[in-house]
């Protein structure tokens, strides 16, 4: 994790956060029908935020840079897309992915913001 600068760290965390649910979901024999059927989305969710971390990595030189600019909104219309696809099938599903939204979409506007006023 020293090679990941805050956002990788933090799409790491809540990436192992959901996957690890999804598979409790999934595999726990005790689990209510809701929950088993949101468990595949949750496991995926969770695989893709896991794979987006390590876009994240500190980087020496200025190969990464636009993936620290841009990656967060990248994650954020992923998110959106999501949300809109799964809209009125699983309404738990809708609101972690639009929470997604603003939570990757606020960072990333940050992260372009401050981008922005390094350059100059």
């Known amino acids: 994790m020293k090679k990941h600068n805050k956002v990788g760290r933090v799409l790491f965390f809540i990436g192992t956060f959901f996957t690890a649910f999804g598979l409790a979901f999934r595999f726990l024999s005790d689990t209510p029908e809701p929950f088993f059927t949101f468990s595949i989305p949750l ?3 969770g ?3 896991l794979v987006a971390s390590n876009f994240f990595k500190v ?3 200025n190969s990464g840079e636009w993936r620290e600019k841009y990656g967060a909104l990248l994650v954020a219309v992923s998110c959106l897309s999501s ?3 799964t809209w009125g099938n699983n309404w738990i599903l809708t609101g972690i992915l639009v929470l997604g939204v603003l939570v990757c979409g606020t960072m990333g506007i940050y992260e372009v ?8």
């Open 83 to 85: 949300a809109i696809v």
């Open 113 to 120: 913001k401050d981008a922005r006023t390094k350059r100059n």
């Open 47 to 49: 695989i893709i935020l």
């Open 43 to 45: 496991i995926i969710a």
């Open 59 to 61: 980087s020496k030189d």
